[in-house]
């Protein structure tokens, strides 16, 4: 697990319009204090879309349905996010991300499970 980080970061390598993500794959499990992996950057050391995309990643991930537990409400995974700003989280990107309304999130995850949905219909 602790390997998916390099592994995606080497996957991506020659493949021209992705290069500029593939620091953020490399870096999405970097934590602000610095106890992150895999090269335990810290703080703004870690670049600012993998700071960005940790707080959207943590926010999916606890906000969908597991095979194991069942997807959280919204206000308790952003209460999770706020905790945690300054040791997981740059407090400067959660403070943008707790100003974009509940509802937006919402949104925007309805669409994506239904682009899914289609596109996995659209294969059969």
Do not use: C
Not at 102 to 110: K, L, N, Q, T, V
Request: glycine fraction near 8%.
């Amino acid at each position: 697990m602790r390997l998916h980080p390099e592994i995606g970061y080497r996957i991506l390598q020659g493949i021209n319009f992705l290069e500029a993500a593939r620091e953020v794959v490399l870096s999405h499990q970097e934590t602000y204090d610095g106890t992150g992996y895999p090269r335990g950057l810290k703080g703004k050391e870690i670049p600012l879309g993998a700071r960005i995309f940790a707080v959207v990643d943590t926010l999916d991930a606890m906000t969908s349905d597991r095979p194991y537990r069942k997807a959280m409400p919204y206000d308790v995974a952003r209460a999770e996010i706020l905790r945690y700003s300054g040791t997981q989280f740059d407090p400067d990107v959660v403070k943008v991300f707790l100003e974009i309304p509940d509802g937006e999130w919402a949104d925007i995850h309805r669409r994506v499970m239904q682009e899914v949905l289609a596109r996995s219909q659209s294969r059969f």
